[in-house]
């Protein structure tokens, strides 16, 4: 049968890409894992992984279980919140996800008044760019996630959570700052650090240059960073000029260790969303989370 007890063993050895790894993290023998997913096997018929010397990878077959053992596991864990909560207890663990920006510059001081006010509640956040948290979500790894674009896919409910707007951000010595601003066709000729495709800083980026008759390939682009903490360290150390959200450089404009100038023409507002998967009936104790983002926007 496929219990819980063998798929937490099969998701571990996925995750880890060890049998061994996995063995003691979850404090069993090697053998003993192995036998739990030799019976996988047998009863499913179809091998699960391909042993590549010491790394082990799953099959096709065994990334189609995966994807339903986490969710699975996950109903597992709604249950016994949903049970919790019924008896009056609030505690437990709810896992969100959300990007960059949201994530390190949002959710701390939510999540410091959520506390406050159910302090037996644990809340693990994954972060990522918002590609990542909408796959989580749709693999039912995480319970909702906090991104910075509207995502099209008709598994996904958007909330508009807050507004942010992007700025255009470049070191104090740099040939444009102090003017009052700069013409939209200049950017082509400078030297850009900019995130990640599939951020939701990067997809606005493009929106906004395509408006205004700029393709994003255009661009003179020194390096692709993963974190908005990076694209600052790179601006301030004179790599090239970057558009960030302006909540992420509020100290380092008040420090004057970065600046920032207006391009006429082009103004970059976007909305955080909150998103989750219509199909997922959410346990009470995450909807209690739930209700008090939205109560913060």
Same mark, same amino acid.
Request: net charge positive; hydrophobic share 45%; glycine share 8%.
């Given at each position: 049968?496929?219990?819980? %007890?063998?798929?937490?063993?099969? +998701?571990?050895?996925?995750?880890?890409?060890?049998?061994?790894?996995?063995?003691? %993290?979850?404090?069993?023998?090697?053998?003993?894992?192995? &036998?739990?997913?030799?019976? *996988?096997?047998?009863?499913?018929?179809?091998?699960?992984?391909?042993?590549?010397?010491?790394?082990?990878?799953?099959?096709?077959?065994?990334?189609?279980?995966?994807?339903?053992?986490?969710?699975? *596991?996950?109903?597992?864990?709604?249950?016994?919140?949903?049970?919790?909560?019924?008896?009056?207890?609030?505690?437990? #663990? !709810?896992? #969100?996800?959300?990007?960059?920006?949201?994530?390190?510059? +949002?959710?701390? &001081?939510?999540?410091?008044?959520?506390?406050?006010?159910?302090?037996?509640?644990?809340?693990?956040? &994954?972060?990522?760019?918002?590609?990542?948290?909408?796959?989580?979500?749709?693999?039912?790894? !995480?319970?909702?996630?906090?991104?910075?674009?509207?995502?099209?896919?008709?598994?996904?409910?958007?909330?508009? =959570?807050?507004?942010?707007?992007?700025?255009? !951000?470049?070191?104090?010595? %740099?040939?444009?700052?102090?003017?009052? =601003?700069?013409?939209?066709?200049? *950017?082509?000729?400078?030297?850009?650090?900019?995130?990640?495709?599939?951020?939701?800083?990067?997809?606005?980026?493009?929106?906004?240059?395509?408006?205004?008759?700029? /393709?994003?390939?255009?661009?003179?682009?020194?390096?692709?960073?993963?974190?908005?903490?990076?694209?600052? &360290?790179?601006?301030?150390?004179?790599?090239? !000029?970057?558009?960030?959200?302006?909540?992420?450089?509020?100290?380092?404009?008040?420090?004057?260790?970065?600046?920032?100038?207006?391009?006429?023409?082009?103004?970059?507002?976007?909305?955080?969303?909150?998103?989750? %998967?219509?199909?997922?009936?959410?346990?009470?104790?995450?909807? /209690?989370?739930?209700?008090?983002?939205?109560?913060?926007?």
């Amino acid at each position: 049968m496929l219990d819980l %007890h063998r798929l937490k063993i099969f +998701i571990a050895i996925i995750e880890m890409k060890s049998f061994s790894k996995a063995a003691r %993290h979850l404090y069993l023998t090697q053998p003993t894992v192995s &036998q739990h997913v030799n019976y *996988l096997e047998e009863y499913l018929g179809v091998p699960l992984f391909d042993r590549l010397g010491k790394e082990v990878r799953p099959t096709r077959a065994g990334k189609i279980l995966h994807t339903y053992a986490l969710r699975l *596991l996950r109903m597992a864990d709604d249950a016994e919140l949903a049970v919790a909560y019924y008896k009056g207890e609030k505690s437990g #663990t !709810i896992i #969100t996800g959300a990007s960059n920006v949201p994530g390190e510059y +949002i959710l701390p &001081q939510i999540l410091g008044r959520f506390k406050e006010k159910y302090p037996g509640i644990v809340i693990r956040v &994954q972060l990522g760019d918002t590609g990542d948290i909408i796959d989580k979500i749709l693999n039912y790894e !995480i319970d909702f996630g906090l991104v910075g674009a509207r995502v099209a896919n008709d598994q996904l409910r958007c909330s508009r =959570f807050t507004d942010d707007e992007l700025c255009l !951000i470049m070191p104090p010595a %740099h040939p444009w700052a102090g003017k009052r =601003f700069i013409e939209p066709a200049a *950017l082509q000729r400078a030297a850009f650090v900019i995130r990640e495709s599939g951020s939701g800083t990067r997809m606005m980026v493009e929106q906004a240059l395509r408006k205004a008759g700029i /393709e994003a390939d255009e661009l003179s682009i020194i390096a692709e960073l993963g974190t908005n903490a990076a694209v600052k &360290q790179a601006v301030k150390a004179g790599l090239g !000029i970057s558009f960030v959200s302006k909540r992420s450089v509020v100290d380092e404009l008040a420090m004057n260790v970065i600046t920032s100038i207006p391009v006429r023409g082009l103004k970059m507002q976007r909305s955080f969303y909150i998103v989750r %998967h219509k199909k997922r009936e959410l346990p009470p104790l995450v909807k /209690e989370f739930h209700r008090f983002l939205l109560s913060q926007r």
